[in-house]
């Protein structure tokens, strides 16, 4: 899907702006065109990007493919940006964290952005120019901090959902451990690995944008995009603090885990050892308590078989209150 909105200050806001007057509102410098190119194959958008806009060929094959990292490219009359957005599942311990690509070209009039899914900070920004044209009247630069702007600011859901897995899983490893709680720890550790390959770079583009001596980006909106830097060094930190917490939550799992291990063991040892002195009895007397063909009435006789009787009772209970007492169990 093509869709394009123009801003002149001779007229009114342009929500569907069609492709063939899309020279004519280059040529304006004080107007502003926004084209988003959302999942539309590259045979479309290729021809119109480099015979239309302009682009270097090396930028469009950029754009048309996503397997790049969040940078910045200055090519005089624009920039070209990579920025990445970040979705997840409805839980992320059984789930994974996805990354999507959106290409940006900035000029002094014209923003062009190119996606091949769905961006909710897309979507957010093109509602807020039908309703309020000071993202529009602002210029090009503005605009693109405001899209910017809603990007970075969808991580936050995504950091208050993982610190609410970490929550869970904490809980869940002092209470009752399960196979199944490492393998939400290992998804969250992969998550925040995601992320913290995203919010890196990401970082380091802002920055450039908030510093650098761009031509098409107006030194007064450069505090904009260091607002939008300060939220990715605080997400950075968060990042950096999560899994720091992941990595303790780990070292905690295994410590529980061997601590039960070893409660186990020890339960077993004291039965072991309880029952040992019973197994030595019944096996030194063979529990022949019925008249035997030799002459040892003596070990068949009542008395004898009560005595046994009562060691084999007695003598498991003083070992227990004795282990007890050493605080073995």
């Avoid at 926004?34 to 682009?55: A, K, Q, Y």
């Avoid at 048309?64 to 090519?75: A, F, G, M, R, S």
């Avoid at 020890?266 to 019925?290: D, R, Y």
């Amino acid at each position: 899907m093509i869709r394009a909105l123009y801003f002149s200050p001779a007229s009114r806001l342009e929500m569907e702006y069609p492709v063939d007057k899309f020279k004519k509102a280059l040529r304006n410098r004080k107007g502003l065109l926004w084209v988003d190119f959302s999942g539309e194959p590259n045979e479309t958008c290729e021809p119109i990007l480099r015979e239309i806009f302009r682009f270097h060929p090396l930028a469009v094959d950029d754009a048309l493919q996503e397997t790049h990292v969040p940078k910045v490219d200055d090519w005089g009359d624009y920039l070209y940006i990579v920025l990445n957005a970040l979705d997840f599942d409805e839980t992320l311990t059984n789930g994974t964290l996805h990354t999507h690509e959106l290409d940006v070209f900035l000029g002094r009039n014209f923003v062009v952005t190119h996606h091949d899914r769905p961006f909710q900070a897309i979507e957010q920004a093109w509602v807020a120019c039908q309703r309020d044209d000071r993202h529009t009247r602002s210029g090009a630069d503005h605009l693109l901090y405001k899209i910017v702007d809603y990007l970075v600011a969808a991580y936050m859901p995504i950091v208050e959902q993982i610190d609410r897995e970490i929550d869970d899983i904490e809980d869940q490893i002092f209470y009752k451990p399960v196979p199944g709680t490492l393998e939400s720890l290992f998804a969250l550790k992969r998550a925040l690995l995601s992320m913290r390959r995203v919010i890196t770079p990401q970082r380091e583009v802002l920055n450039k944008l908030a510093r650098d001596d761009y031509r098409v980006i107006d030194p007064h909106d450069r505090i904009f995009f260091r607002d939008v830097y300060d939220h990715l060094v605080r997400l950075h930190d968060l990042n950096e603090s999560m899994r720091d917490l992941v990595s303790g939550a780990l070292d905690t799992y295994l410590s529980v885990i061997n601590n039960r291990l070893n409660e186990v063991m020890k339960t077993l040892t004291v039965i072991t050892s309880v029952f040992m002195p019973i197994s030595f009895i019944a096996g030194f007397f063979g529990m022949n308590f019925f008249e035997p063909t030799a002459h040892l009435l003596n070990w068949t006789s009542s008395p004898a078989f009560y005595v046994t009787l009562a060691i084999t009772i007695f003598l498991p209970i003083s070992m227990f209150l004795w282990m007890r007492r050493r605080t073995w169990v």
